[in-house]
């Protein structure tokens, strides 16, 4: 498949239909997709140890999709499929390995790989105007397990 791209804005190329489009007035919805490495959900939210750039990062995507963005995001463990059907995404790990997830793609161009992107990258290259998003401090941990019958409790020993 051959993708004719030229530059448009600020280090961001876009398709030539695309270029098209904005040229003639058209609206175009702008599609961003997020190939996550491989994590225990959708979100990589759960489990004891949280990375706090990832509820934000979660946030900023809702964020864009609050202002039109179609916003589409895979999970390699989750969606082997969809990474190894999409050429883009298998040639960058077929050339950079899994060190190159995430990698977001807008209308099928890398945007951004190897980290998660902030959000006023994100309104940079998708050309939405920035606005603050929520500040996450900390993520709250998970509580430990009770235990139920210990000594000195009926059914304890």
Same mark, same amino acid.
């Given at each position: 498949?051959?993708? +004719?791209? #030229?530059?448009?804005?600020?280090? #961001?190329?876009? @398709?030539? =239909?695309?270029?098209?489009?904005? $040229?003639?007035?058209?609206?175009? #919805?702008?599609?961003? $997709? ?5 994590? =225990?959900? @959708?979100?990589?939210? =759960? ?10 990062? %979660?946030?900023?995507?809702?964020? +864009?999709? %609050?202002? *039109? +963005?179609? &916003? ?9 499929? &969809?990474?190894? %059907?999409?050429? #883009? ?8 390995? @899994? ?14 790989? *190897? ?6 990258? +994100? ?14 401090? $900390? &993520?709250?941990?998970? $509580?430990?397990?009770?235990?139920? *019958?210990?000594? *000195?409790? %009926?059914?304890?020993?």
């Amino acid at each position: 498949m051959l993708l +004719l791209t #030229v530059p448009w804005r600020e280090n #961001v190329s876009i @398709s030539l =239909c695309m270029y098209a489009n904005i $040229q003639l007035g058209r609206k175009v #919805v702008l599609k961003l $997709q997020v190939f996550d490495p491989a994590m =225990c959900c @959708s979100t990589g939210v =759960c489990g004891p140890s949280v990375d706090p750039a990832l509820p934000k990062f %979660s946030a900023d995507l809702e964020w +864009l999709k %609050s202002k *039109g +963005l179609e &916003v589409e995001r895979y999970n390699l463990a989750q969606e082997v499929a &969809v990474f190894t %059907s999409n050429p #883009v995404v298998k040639e960058a790990l077929n050339s950079r390995g @899994s060190n190159c997830l995430p990698l977001l793609l807008l209308d099928g161009i890398i945007v951004f790989e *190897g980290a998660y992107p902030a959000r006023e990258d +994100l309104a940079r290259v998708t050309h939405v105007k920035f606005e603050p998003g929520p500040i996450i401090t $900390q &993520v709250k941990a998970q $509580q430990p397990l009770v235990a139920i *019958g210990g000594p *000195g409790k %009926s059914g304890g020993s």
